[in-house]
């Protein structure tokens, strides 16, 4: 049985046990890691403020980026010292959940009624968090089971490991708060370690934490797939409840419930959740909802009203969360109880939803003017949180669906689509969902008649793709029958030359035009094979079945030649150098002895020939012109293909061998370009894989190993294909989970 290792169990026995050995190991790589990161990331501060300033809009704004900057010089020793510290003791804390005396962050009474400076700064460190979660989940899932391991605890919740997302940006928050230049300079610094730290320096450290767990033996044959398994014979956690709970169409167990679960002593949480069906407005409500109309439409008296100088280009724009302005101004009204608190929940949700990375920002901000409308409908309508199949929901989760692989410039119809949309709520709504079902009905139409095109589009890229394989492997197959037969013995390098250009272009014309099973594809290799024995010493001992065979041997070089279109003086010249040396061997001479200035350079190793690329995309422009071939990319096909790549087994080769049809996939190139591409095929022949756009064009095709060695790398990433509403739940029940400790 293994041993639980709690934060005392850890102190009594440093040093005495192997887990508490590899606990410590883990401990001073992340301590190591992450304060040489810290280092270079505090060296980026005075930059960033010192260019504020000069772009300051006025001299006051100038002085504090100023005061800024010179504040965080005095106490740069101190915040990596005070980092160190938090590090350490978030670790430590994480070992012991039972002695753990925080309390819940960013909660102040009522749900949601927290210090605005407070609200800010528990967002942006819940960003962070939510960042490493999405960007090295499947690193972080498999360093908690191993961790758990450690710990005895092999289900251990994300918040409890102890070199988890929480821990690190925790640290930091603590780290900083002693900042006095204010909550404004507060968030930039915050967002520096968020580019700088989070995003270079953390999953890193997750694969080498994982490498050096892996080689002390800790779980070394985990794989992926064991990780989407719940704990035996436990309930699943909060996030999973409500997981489930929205998978379903009926009712079940709806947000509220899955909140109170999550943070059982949170005040104004149902503890049972919450009736559904509609509700007849009361008066405070009947005058707020009379509002909410206003500020949909627009109204900027409304606006002003309820959310004090925001102008209502900003309310319009949808990048920015209005719901928390609107939710004081409510409570300030008289609104109160259950409505208070379903604002409040909707104001948090929309948090995450403005900020998933996993949709492209013009698109969020279509999806967030739709904040004031959904208000309304969970105002006017409870099952909205409890019910997936609601038709707002499924509106709101469909848009998000499509615009994950959305590119704004080339998908304008699409995102003038889904502006339309989003605007005739706007115009329309008042208290009638049947509007989002019917907006719904008519996406899914609009998506049904692009699927068309795009289906055709994605068949035809594969068809390309197919034509691209078979024609590489026929390569593959002719240069393995050439090489194989110079590998047996040393030859001439002009023969070696010419079976590896011109006879290995005459191969690809006969197996494209005749197949591998024709009397033509056996003639050719059948004269190549005569050629290679006519220069051996075998011939040399058999000069007469030699003088037999070489009318006929010349009569099918010559045909093969002519079929290549091999230039007329290098033929000429090719044929007398072979008659010079059919002669040399008929007087009893070898094909490769030397001979002075005479002699024969020899290849030994065939790969020392190089290819005449020129020929062979003649030769293949040839097959397309006859139409021997479908369209192929040549230059593609003539380049070679990528570098070779490693084909070890590990984890992420296993990650892109589960990968399914349908799945987006979002690749980095080395200057940090990103591009969102879908799963489309695999290749029945290779395995290989063809990822497209949304308009079902070739966006990328992969090998199994080379997609692998791009998950390693960080360069490719899944996208969640869990839908937003849920993606936003259970981020908000995490995030509450975590608070409450």
């Known amino acids: ?115 605005d400076e407070v609200l800010e700064e528990n967002l942006a460190v819940r960003n962070m968090v939510t960042r490493v979660e999405i960007e090295a989940k499947q690193d972080l899932g498999l360093l ?17 490991n102890p070199v988890g997302p929480e821990v690190i940006c925790e640290a930091f928050r603590q780290a ?31 694969r080498a934490l994982n490498a050096w767990l892996v ?24 996030v999973g409840a409500v997981t489930g709970a929205m998978a379903d169409d009926d009712v079940g167990e709806d947000l509220f419930a899955a909140l109170q679960a999550a943070a059982p002593g949170l005040p104004g949480l149902p503890a049972g959740g919450i009736q559904g069906g509609m509700v007849s407005p009361a008066p405070v409500q009947q005058a707020f909802m009379q509002g909410l109309d206003r500020i949909q439409h627009g109204d900027p008296a409304a606006i002003q009203a309820a959310l004090g100088g925001m102008e209502p280009g900003v309310v319009g724009a949808g990048t920015v969360n209005v719901i928390h302005g609107i939710g004081a101004t409510a409570r300030s009204q008289g609104v109160a109880g259950m409505d208070a608190l379903i604002i409040d ?50 509106l709101l989760n469909r848009l998000a669906e499509e615009a994950v692989g959305c590119d704004p410039e080339s998908d304008r119809e699409l995102i003038e689509t889904m502006e339309g949309i989003v605007q005739r709520i706007l115009d329309e709504f008042e208290e009638d969902i049947g509007l989002f079902e019917r907006l719904l009905e008519e996406f899914e139409a609009y998506l049904q008649d692009e699927a068309a095109q795009v289906a055709h589009r994605v068949e035809q890229s594969a068809r390309l793709l197919a034509g691209k394989e078979r024609l590489q492997l026929a390569r593959e197959r002719i240069d393995h029958e050439i090489r194989a037969r110079l590998a047996s013995h ?67 070089l010559r045909e093969g030649i002519e079929a290549v279109v091999m230039p007329e003086e290098k033929a000429r010249a090719f044929l007398d150098r072979l008659a010079e040396l059919h002669a040399t061997i008929v007087n009893g001479q070898s094909a490769v002895a030397e001979q002075g ?50 084909q070890v087994e590990d984890e992420y080769v296993e990650m892109a061998r589960s990968l399914e049809v349908g799945q987006w996939v979002e690749f980095r190139d080395e200057e940090g370009e990103t591009l969102r591409a879908k799963l489309t095929w695999i290749s029945p022949v290779t395995g290989n894989y063809l990822f497209t756009n949304r308009q079902g064009l070739k966006a990328a095709d992969k090998t199994l190993h080379g997609l692998a060695a791009e998950f390693r790398r960080g360069q490719a990433r899944l996208i969640d294909e869990v839908p937003l509403f849920e993606r936003a739940v259970s981020q908000l029940v995490e995030g509450l989970k975590r608070q409450a400790g």
């Open 345 to 394: 929940v909707l104001a948090m949700l929309f948090d995450y939803i403005l900020e998933d990375d996993q949709i492209p920002p013009e698109l969020r901000a279509i999806i967030g003017r739709l904040q004031i409308p959904l208000l309304k409908v969970a105002m006017l309508d409870r099952e909205f949180f409890a019910r997936k199949s609601h038709p707002a929901r499924r």
């Open 144 to 160: 908690e089971r191993r961790m758990g391991e450690l710990l005895g605890d092999p289900w251990l919740e994300q918040h409890r």
């Open 490 to 556: 040393p030859v001439p390098e002009f023969i070696a030359e010419f079976l590896l250009n011109s006879w290995k272009n005459l191969l690809m014309v006969v197996y494209v035009k005749e197949g591998e099973e024709s009397l033509a594809w056996s003639r050719t290799l059948n004269t190549m094979d005569q050629l290679l024995w006519s220069i051996s010493d075998e011939a040399r001992e058999q000069r007469a079945r030699l003088l037999k065979l070489l009318p006929n041997l010349v009569g099918s």
């Open 1 to 115: 049985m293994k041993n639980v290792i709690s934060m005392n169990a850890y102190g009594r026995h440093r040093g005495d046990s192997r887990q508490n050995q590899l606990l410590r190991g883990c401990r001073e790589r992340m301590q190591r890691h992450l304060t040489g990161a810290l280092r270079k990331m505090l060296g980026k501060v005075d930059d960033a403020l010192f260019e504020l300033a000069e772009k300051a809009e006025n001299n006051a704004v100038q002085t504090q980026y100023f005061d800024a900057m010179r504040e965080v010089r005095l106490k740069r020793d101190g915040i990596e010292k005070a980092f160190e510290k938090a590090l350490l003791e978030g670790f430590e804390a994480a070992l012991d959940p039972a002695g753990s005396e925080n309390e819940p962050v960013g909660l102040d009474g009522e749900l949601g009624l927290v210090d």
């Open 215 to 238: 080689q002390e033996g800790v779980l070394p044959e985990l794989k992926l797939s064991q990780l989407r398994r719940s704990a035996p014979g436990t309930a699943a956690p909060a």
């Open 597 to 646: 200035e005479e002699a024969q350079p020899v290849v030994e190793a065939p790969e020392a020939v190089e290819e005449d690329r020129e020929m062979t995309v003649a030769t293949l422009h040839r097959l397309l012109e006859e139409e021997a071939l479908e369209d192929v990319d040549i230059e593609e096909i003539t380049l070679g293909g990528d570098e070779p790549v490693e």
């Open 176 to 206: 900083v708060g002693d900042i006095e230049s204010g909550i404004k300079v507060k968030l930039i610094i915050l967002k520096l370690f968020d580019r700088y730290v989070v995003g270079e320096d953390v999953l890193p450290l997750y």
